[in-house]
């Protein structure tokens, strides 16, 4: 997709449901870009609306060398409620982007994610804005989250081929998969052997998750 599907993409999805109550982990590093604007939008109109509770803007790490990023507590994650006003949900999101890039490619999206339902336990749908060009480096730790994870994907080329651990991350906690123009809700009833098509991708689940196949 062209960086205006990006900007789009977390509009779309969020104008297609009547999600309320949420909490968003929201990946911002650098390589996000594309998605900033469509973010910062989202953001202007919920502070009207008061769909999302509480925001976590996560940088894997805030400046921490590669190598020295340890899973589950890597760091760089910013939360504020926001009930706290826009301005500083804004100032809490300017600090995220500006404290840390990213680095290396793998993001920590799950110790993101978990600090999101830690920190708001009455937010009922947890949203996950994430880098389809970044593979989460602490999926380990999937197993911790008890909360369905409804997964954004931004960044999807022009192949639209979804990165098939965040398919992982929604089908793991009982979630949901959106796209810019597609929602993939039925991913819990499928069973390992099971064919899925995703996009331009086709994807057969194994005990251990996704592996696209075509």
Known sequence: TTSNADEETVGGV??????TDIGAAIDVTGSMSSCYTQ????????????????????????????ADKVIGSTGGIYGIYSSEGIEKVLTTLKAAKTNGSGGDG???DIEAILYTIARCPTCENIIHIADNGATPRD??????VKKPIKVIVCKLTTSNIVN???????????GSL??????????????????IRVGSGTYR??????????
């Open 14 to 19: 969020l104008s297609r449901h009547n999600w």
């Open 39 to 66: 973010i910062d939008e989202w953001m202007a109109l919920s502070s009207t609306n008061k769909l999302v509770k509480y925001f976590v803007f996560f940088n894997d790490g805030d400046s921490t060398p590669d």
């Open 106 to 108: 793998p993001e920590n």
């Open 139 to 144: 999926l380990i730790l999937l197993r911790e």
């Open 164 to 174: 098939p651990k965040l398919l992982d991350i929604a089908y793991k906690t009982g």
């Open 178 to 195: 959106h796209t810019l123009d597609s929602d993939i809700e039925t991913l819990a009833n499928l069973k390992v052997g099971d064919i």
């Open 205 to 214: 689940l194994e005990a251990n998750g996704f592996v696209r196949i075509a």
